[in-house]
């Protein structure tokens, strides 16, 4: 029997393309993990017995993870009418509902924990940062810059992501973790994405090295110091949360934007 994963990467490129972006494939990618997983967990997890700080902690970081998926769900819906040709609009509408579900589980997260209004808890506690960077990315959005605007959502945004993702699994409660490592798989690939299109783009006019790099320079200072908050909330020690900016710099760094 021949090998699915040979006989994939044997396609001619732009037939891989068109496979590798199609709700089919989306499909295949998402069902093992989604599967009785109603909300992003499993039924039967147990629930530590929080103290009050720490349900406290939890729930402002969940805000902000919220916050980035709002912006990951407005951001991809918005840049389907930009993108250039048929694959990346059909990738792009599987990103949506990607991020869409993401939300979805992190606001029942929430109310796991005893919020009883997640809007309010997610305006209320969102760092100012984060806010600027979501204005920006969306401001790219909404005046159809591909190119800034897939740079800033599926480079920047998913880089930083999952940094922090991973890095809060290591040390999250059962069911956090669960919801936090089914949202990652889903990362890699949007991550995927960004960089593979933006590459192609970069190598056919390589002026845009130079915009990009300036983007860059504009929102990793948000990034940077959102990073900080939500890593000191986790308890994490100040020299790991520099190695998690390194790690967040290194993936974008994957482009050439040293």
């Not at 998402?30 to 629930?47: M, N, S």
């Not at 389907?80 to 990607?98: E, Y």
């Not at 209004?117 to 940062?129: F, G």
Request: charge should be negative; charged fraction near 25%.
């Amino acid at each position: 029997m021949s090998d699915p994963a040979q006989d994939l990467h044997a396609l001619p490129p732009r037939e891989f393309l068109e496979h590798v972006h199609s709700f089919e494939f989306w499909l295949g990618s998402v069902q093992g993990y989604l599967a009785g997983r109603p909300y992003g967990h499993h039924d039967g997890l147990a629930e530590p017995a929080w103290t009050d700080p720490e349900r406290d902690r939890l729930v402002t970081i969940l805000c902000h993870y919220c916050v980035g998926e709002t912006m990951a769900l407005e951001g991809a819906g918005g840049l389907i009418r930009a993108a250039p040709n048929r694959p990346t609009k059909v990738f792009l509408a599987t990103q949506t509902v990607d991020e869409g579900r993401h939300l979805e589980v992190l606001v029942h997260r929430l109310a796991e924990l005893g919020v009883a209004d997640p809007e309010r808890e997610i305006e209320r506690r969102t760092s100012a940062e984060l806010i600027r960077f979501r204005d920006r990315l969306l401001a790219f959005v909404g005046s159809g810059d591909w190119d800034a605007a897939l740079f800033a959502q599926n480079v920047v945004l998913e880089s930083a992501e999952f940094a922090v993702f991973h890095r809060h699994a290591r040390s999250a409660d059962p069911i956090t973790r669960e919801v936090l490592l089914g949202i990652i798989k889903d990362e890699r690939r949007h991550l995927g994405f960004g960089e593979n299109e933006l590459g192609r783009r970069i190598a056919k006019n390589p002026a845009l090295h130079g915009r990009l790099r300036a983007v860059r320079a504009e929102l990793d200072p948000l990034v940077l110091g959102s990073f900080e908050r939500t890593l000191a909330l986790l308890g994490t020690p100040a020299a790991e949360r520099s190695e998690l900016g390194r790690d967040y710099l290194a993936a974008v760094e994957r482009l050439g934007f040293a």
